[in-house]
């Protein structure tokens, strides 16, 4: 059979138009994913390597005495500096400690309280009482999603104090958030239904909003049911146990809420009734910044902030939910706590290894 008349020729033209076609469709968007992507990996990994170099500076710097307790003092009014921060059997309930309703006071729930802190241990065999003379640095562990991916679990484990707060787990998130506790510091419906920490020092510092909570604890380090009474007041299921001794339960004094809501956030004095202190309560982290400056010299933070604005933003770094979870609660006031925490921050109160 012979060949058509001009078939090379044709043939050629058509092996160069479908080589040129493949090279234009494949090449520009290989080059631009393959530059972006690069790109990305090289943001990423650098702005880690300066934040763990950040942390690291944090550690090896010499450790100011008394610094963040002191720069907090300079906000807080000489009537209500609180120096207590747990609560012991061997040590009386002031007065003024029943002024106000929980969470700010044991005002109509004395008798209770009573009965639980003959439950507590004397405050002359408490462990933290027994570093005095050594200067502490203490971070709280947020739950904020801007932890997830930073791998800072193992700066965090090299401070003295680790304060977790409610039910943020370690295990697979220990590369970002360390796996050593010093303190959980909890609610009952924040508490976590399986206990999760192994540090065998952990303690417990149980943090009251009701009266419900009061009878909760006391099951709790007497290992035994909450009565069903008070089960009608979680608002979500709480632990039916938390597998620790007596020795390591300790209870926040309430002074240090109040400190919180009244001296640092300028809330209004609580009016009584539940629905007095809506929308006025401090965010259990916030408190536990308070808490923190009484018991270490130097406090950072890390996993802290709500940005409101990215509603996409990861809000924990364990779940899916998003911070526009969060413009559905109405009992804290975010944008005057993230003031408080960026303005402490700027004075050398404490530092943010997070960013805010």
């Known amino acids: 059979m012979r060949p058509l008349k001009g078939w090379p020729a044709r043939r050629l033209v058509v092996v160069v138009v479908v080589a040129l076609g493949l090279l234009w469709m494949v090449s520009l968007p290989w080059k631009e994913t393959e530059i972006r992507s690069d790109a990305l990996d090289w943001h990423v990994s650098h702005e880690q390597k300066q934040l763990h170099e950040y942390v690291q500076r944090v550690l090896e710097s010499p450790c100011r005495p008394g610094s963040t307790r002191a720069r907090m003092l300079d906000r807080l009014p000489a009537s209500s500096r609180t120096t207590q921060p747990f609560l012991w059997k061997d040590t009386p309930l002031p007065d003024n400690l029943f002024q106000y309703s929980l969470p700010f006071g044991f005002r109509g729930v004395q008798g209770k309280?009573?009965?639980?802190?003959?439950?507590?241990?004397?405050?002359?065999?408490?462990?933290?009482?027994?570093?005095a003379d050594k200067c502490l640095r203490c971070v709280i562990v947020g739950n904020g999603g801007v932890l997830r991916g930073l791998e800072l679990g193992h700066h965090i484990n090299q401070f003295d104090t680790i304060i977790r707060l409610n039910s943020g787990p370690l295990g697979e998130f220990s590369v970002d958030v360390g796996n050593r506790t010093s303190i959980r510091m909890s609610y009952p419906e924040g508490t976590p239904l399986h206990w999760i920490d192994t540090d065998p020092h952990t303690l417990f510092v149980a943090v009251a909003y009701k009266g419900g909570d009061i009878s909760w604890i006391s099951a709790m380090i007497n290992k035994l049911s909450v009565p069903l009474w008070d089960w009608l007041f979680f608002w979500q299921k709480v632990p039916d146990g938390?597998?620790?001794?007596?020795?390591?339960?300790?209870?926040?004094?309430?002074?240090?809420?109040?400190?919180?809501?009244?001296?640092?956030?300028?809330?209004?004095?609580?009016?009584?009734?539940?629905?007095?202190?809506?929308?006025?309560?401090?965010?259990?982290?916030?408190?536990?910044?308070?808490?923190?400056?009484?018991?270490?010299?130097?406090?950072?933070?890390?996993?802290?902030?709500?940005?409101?604005?990215?509603?996409?933003a990861p809000l924990h770094y364990y779940d899916q939910l998003t911070m526009a979870a969060m413009l559905k609660q109405s009992t804290h006031n975010v944008d005057r706590e993230t003031k408080l925490l960026q303005n402490l921050v700027s004075e050398g109160a404490i530092t943010d290894l997070t960013g805010p």
């Open 113 to 131: 309280v009573e009965d639980l802190l003959k439950q507590l241990p004397n405050s002359a065999s408490a462990p933290e009482t027994m570093m």
């Open 242 to 312: 938390v597998p620790l001794e007596p020795h390591r339960f300790r209870l926040l004094n309430p002074l240090v809420i109040t400190e919180t809501a009244l001296d640092l956030l300028h809330y209004p004095p609580p009016t009584g009734g539940l629905w007095g202190w809506e929308k006025k309560v401090p965010t259990i982290g916030v408190s536990a910044l308070n808490l923190a400056s009484l018991l270490c010299d130097e406090v950072s933070l890390a996993g802290f902030g709500y940005k409101l604005h990215q509603r996409g």
